[in-house]
């Protein structure tokens, strides 16, 4: 399978007409593989509430569009800001274990996101409240 520009445009209309504002392409070769990785496709105005992965490391990759990654403390206290945007030279960055974290999309963007291990669903426990 291949990616291009056509593929990228379809995930990205699935996207708009999602009431969440978002949508993902999950690349695992099936539910047993022993790692994480999907494209996401985001809109302005999708909420993705403040979260961590607590075992896992999460690497983000921008492939089109733009969005900040917002990190915080344990108090909910804001603690990094970082912009991806390739036209502006940031293109990736590596979320640590337990980082608790959101992210805004300026425009109609589309990253790959990978994390380890298998899939494991967020628990309530692991969304900010």
């Not at 291949?2 to 995930?11: G, I, N, T």
């Not at 699935?14 to 949508?23: D, F, G, I, K, W």
């Not at 992965?53 to 970082?82: C, L």
Request: aromatic letters at 10%; zero cysteines.
């Amino acid at each position: 399978m291949y990616f291009d520009s056509k593929f990228f445009d379809q995930l990205d209309a699935q996207a708009q007409a999602s009431p969440r504002l978002r949508m993902n392409y999950d690349l695992r070769n099936s539910a047993a593989d022993q790692s994480q990785r999907m494209f996401n496709a985001l809109q302005p105005g999708t909420v993705l509430p403040i979260h961590r992965h607590p075992t896992t490391t999460e690497t983000v990759i921008i492939i089109r569009g733009s969005f900040t990654e917002i990190f915080y403390d344990e108090e909910g206290n804001e603690t990094a800001r970082y912009l991806l945007d390739p036209a502006k030279g940031l293109h990736g960055l590596n979320i640590p274990a337990g980082q608790w974290h959101t992210l805004v999309a300026h425009e109609p963007s589309i990253l790959l996101e990978m994390k380890d291990g298998p899939y494991a669903p967020i628990t309530d426990a692991d969304i900010f409240r």
